[in-house]
Nanobody
Framework: QVQLVESGGGLVQAGGSLRLSCAASGRTFSSYAMDWFRQAPGKEREFVAAISWSGGDTYDADSVKDRFTISRDNAKNTVYLQMNSLKPEDTAVYYC???????????????WGQGTQVTVSS
């Protein structure tokens, strides 16, 4: 079992940056792959980025490649999403997720946070 709590969302102008954090409870955080997904109003939840349990492998959606960076600190039980060069189309609720393997399909993932709102104004 793992509980996830996101933070760091907010309102930012286009071209700005935000860093999201996801704090995980439980002693086995380092054995979980971690993901970020997002969901805009009226749209399906979509994959943003993922990182392996060790942090050695990362995966990014094409829409955020070269702008967003996922990282983790296993000593702090935390995963991060650094978001640069934000665009209005990045506006969404961002969710942290965890599972034993890296998945890019939301329905396959077992653990979810409550989400944090990111709004990018033009």
């Amino acid at each position: 079992q793992v509980q996830l709590v996101e933070s760091g969302g907010g309102l930012v102008q286009a071209g700005g940056s935000l860093r999201l954090s996801c704090a995980a409870s439980g002693r086995t955080f380092s054995s979980y792959a971690m993901d970020w997904f997002r969901q805009a109003p009226g749209k399906e939840r979509e994959f943003v980025a993922a990182i392996s349990w060790s942090g050695g492998d990362t995966y990014d959606a094409d829409s955020v490649k070269d702008r967003f960076t996922i990282s983790r600190d296993n000593a702090k039980n935390t995963v991060y999403l650094q978001m640069n060069s934000l665009k209005p189309e990045d506006t969404a609720v961002y969710y942290c997720a965890a599972d034993r393997r890296v998945f890019t399909i939301a329905s396959m993932i077992g653990y979810w946070g409550q989400g944090t709102q990111v709004t990018v104004s033009s």
